[in-house]
């Protein structure tokens, strides 16, 4: 399955609002990650610059192990996703557990594995680009969760029975004392062992009329992901990701959708394009949402399209809309005046 999901990853919508709420500006955490102001808008970034946010926000805390938790108890329940929602609202414990492994595969980079035997149930998280792990915040961030999830969702302070981590995971007396059990880090695995009886624990929050919403709109999109969006689209999504880091070339685009570039040909050629084609199409629809924001000046617009200089931008806005950048802005954004 893991071939089938797409290397761009959502940002959760209650993500800047979370990281802002603890004290750390969304632009901080873009500057020390070295990506582009703009990305803090994004609704969609690709692997690296996910990671990349993750790290920085983990740097700019100061200890992992503090951004772990803090985090964490951060999201309020109305920022949820739908995915999210789906899980919060379950029956049970269980039920919630295991519609969060199902629905994570709409939100990669990671996936979950659960497993129940005897008195216990473990929650193993796996990277699906097996050659570039997660940050451990990250990681931390994703076990601590779910132990969150059946906190918020029982409304009892459950403890987990153990956890284990990859790497070092800073101050881990505080996960400690988070988590209610001793911490591994140095492990073979990132994962959460919960005590089994605790999954029969019903949700106080359950809604079955809202699950009912829920559950078929999100069973669609898991049916629309396995039959995979055209190529066309994908490679347009990863030029848009990769724009302000200089003009993209195939073969990047076609190591990030994990395929050669011969492959990648192949593909396009079978939807009667070209990755030119679609670069110069993935740059003019992106000039106009730029554009469309008056915060951006004309020789930043031209930086994040991937242009060397400002002079370049204005000769292949000139082509496809048969006016200069400035006079685009003006006529379409009156209130923002000509730059």
Known sequence: ?????????????????????????????????????????????????????????????????????????????????????????????????????????LCPPESLRITEENGHCTVELEWLNTEASGPPVLAGITLAFLL???????????????????????????????????I???????????????????????????LEILTPALDRSLVELHDNRSITGRVKMVIKHSLAGGCPGIQAAAKQLKMSGRTLQRRLTDENTTFKQLLTEARHEQAREYLADPSLDIKEVAYLLGYEDQNSFYRAFRLWEGDTPSKWRAEHLPDAGIS
């Open 184 to 210: 591994q880090s140095g492990g073979q695995f990132n994962r959460l062992t919960l005590h089994r009886s605790d999954l029969d624990l019903p949700f106080v929050s359950y809604n079955e009329e809202l």
């Open 1 to 105: 399955m893991k071939s089938l999901l797409s290397d761009l990853i959502r940002i959760p919508p209650g993500f800047w609002a979370g990281i802002n709420h603890l004290g750390i500006a969304s632009r901080d955490v873009a500057r020390h990650a070295q990506l582009p102001l703009s990305i803090t808008t994004e609704s969609s970034v690709t692997t690296a610059q996910y990671f990349a946010i993750w790290q920085a926000y983990s740097e700019l805390t100061g200890d992992t192990a503090e951004g772990i938790i803090k985090l964490a108890a951060a999201f309020e329940t109305t920022q949820y996703p739908p995915t999210v929602l789906a899980t919060y609202h379950a029956r049970d414990y269980r039920d919630a557990l295991y519609r969060m492994a199902r629905y994570k595969q």
């Open 148 to 182: 969150e999830l059946g906190r918020k969702g029982t409304g009892r302070p459950l403890k987990a029975q153990s956890v284990e981590f990859t790497q070092s995971m800073g101050d881990e007396r505080v996960l400690e004392a988070y988590f209610g059990c001793a």
